[in-house]
Nanobody, 118 residues
Framework: QVQLVESGGGLVQPGGSLRLSCVAS????????MSWYRQAPGKERELVAG????????NYAESVKGRFTISRDNAENTVYLQMNSLKPEDTAVYSC???????????WGQGTQVTVSS
C-alpha cells in the first residue's frame, strides 16, 4: 500500500521557521523524484521545490528561493522541506509528490497545513 505522510505543519509567526517531513512507504523511494507543492485558499496548486532521486539536483519557486531548502534521506524514505523566514503569503496546505524517474507512476500525500500569522 503506497503512502506519503506529511507532518510538521502548524501555526508560526512571520519570520519563523518550520520543517516539513514526508515519509514514504509502499514503493522504492530512491527511484522517485520528490517535490513539495502548496495550495492556498482560492489559488491554484503551485510547485514549491523539487529534488532528484539522488538528491544532487534541486529546484525552487522564485518566491521561496533563499528561504526554503528541500532535502531527502533515501535510507529513511523521507523528504524534507526546511522553511525559514516565513511570510503570511506562505500560508497554504503543503503536499508532497512522488514521480517515478522512468514511467508514469506518481503519488500524492494528503497535505499538512502551514499558517503564518501574528
Amino acid at each position: 500500500q503506497v503512502q506519503l505522510v506529511e507532518s510538521g505543519g502548524g501555526l508560526v509567526q512571520p519570520g519563523g521557521s518550520l520543517r516539513l517531513s514526508c515519509v514514504a512507504s509502499g514503493f522504492t523511494f530512491s527511484n522517485y523524484a520528490m517535490s513539495w507543492y502548496r495550495q492556498a485558499p482560492g489559488k491554484e496548486r503551485e510547485l514549491v521545490a523539487g529534488i532528484s532521486t539522488s538528491g544532487r539536483s534541486t529546484n525552487y519557486a522564485e518566491s521561496v528561493k533563499g528561504r526554503f531548502t528541500i532535502s531527502r534521506d533515501n535510507a529513511e524514505n523521507t523528504v524534507y522541506l526546511q522553511m525559514n523566514s516565513l511570510k503570511p503569503e506562505d500560508t497554504a496546505v503543503y503536499s508532497c509528490y512522488a514521480r517515478r524517474r522512468t514511467g508514469t507512476a506518481e503519488y500524492w500525500g494528503q497535505g499538512t497545513q502551514v499558517t503564518v500569522s501574528s
